[in-house]
């Protein structure tokens, strides 16, 4: 079956110009590349699937830019993956926000002390 080769050939073309650390998805593709995974499913989808797609993907990305610099780049490094098949900034977005959540939790935590 050739069908795992296919994410590989759409997300290679998904990238465009990475500005100021924070990579560049082409969020048209990316949302039309989904709603093409829901007609084979369901036999239809709308536009208004695509335009709902784009609207949350550029409020994730637009959220990703205004927290950039409150990430630390493990978490980048962990959480920001541009080669994966249909690269997202809401899963960024959700990757980043946990593990910031889990550094704030941690640090909140009572220091354990050797004696």
């Known amino acids: 079956m050739h069908l795992p080769f296919a994410p590989v ?10 500005p100021a650390g924070i990579p ?4 048209q593709k990316t949302c039309e590349a989904g709603a093409g995974v829901m007609i084979e499913l369901s036999g239809s989808t709308a536009q208004r699937d695509v335009d709902v797609c784009l609207t949350s993907e550029q409020a994730a990305r637009d959220q990703i830019i205004r927290d ?7 978490e980048k490094t ?38």
């Open 68 to 74: 950039w610099a409150t990430f630390l780049p493990a």
């Open 78 to 115: 962990q959480c920001v993956q541009a080669s994966v098949y249909l690269p997202s900034y809401i899963e960024w977005l959700t990757c980043l926000e946990m593990e910031m959540s889990v550094r704030k939790s941690n640090s909140a935590l009572p220091q354990s002390t050797s004696q």
């Open 24 to 27: 560049t998805v082409d969020i």
């Open 9 to 18: 050939l759409v997300a290679s073309q998904l990238l465009v110009a990475a």
